[in-house]
């Protein structure tokens, strides 16, 4: 039984991963993308306007499927906002050991 849950896991897991979202967010989470975390979460911002807007359509009348578009937008704006301080704290740490290794290596020579 836990192997068919986890098959089935990642079965449903693995093509999610490959949503547009996911995979900024995981170039982002590179070193050399670490520095884009902040200016990203305006890519949040603009997620959860997108679900106020979206929001208020449901609110004047919309169809009520338009609530799935609510929850994907709010669910990926989080994401956004959330991965800009600590892309932030994660650049400041790899900075700080490639300083430390920069000065070791200096010091050897």
Do not use: C
């Not at 449903?12 to 949503?19: C, E, F, H, S, T």
């Not at 679900?51 to 009348?61: E, H, K, L, N, S």
């Not at 609530?67 to 990926?76: A, G, I, R």
Request: cysteine-free; charged content about 15%; aromatic content about 8%.
């Amino acid at each position: 039984m836990l192997g068919l849950a986890i098959h089935l896991a990642s079965a449903v897991g693995a093509p999610l991963q490959r949503g547009p979202s996911n995979v900024l967010l995981a170039r982002l989470r590179t070193r050399r993308g670490l520095k884009w975390s902040m200016p990203a979460m305006l890519i949040g911002v603009v997620y959860l306007w997108a679900a106020a807007t979206v929001t208020t359509v449901i609110d004047r009348g919309g169809p009520g499927w338009l609530h799935v578009l609510v929850l994907l937008f709010v669910w990926n704006g989080l994401k956004f906002l959330i991965n800009g301080p600590f892309g932030v704290l994660a650049l400041a740490r790899v900075r700080k050991a490639e300083r430390r290794r920069t000065r070791q290596a200096a010091s050897t020579l």
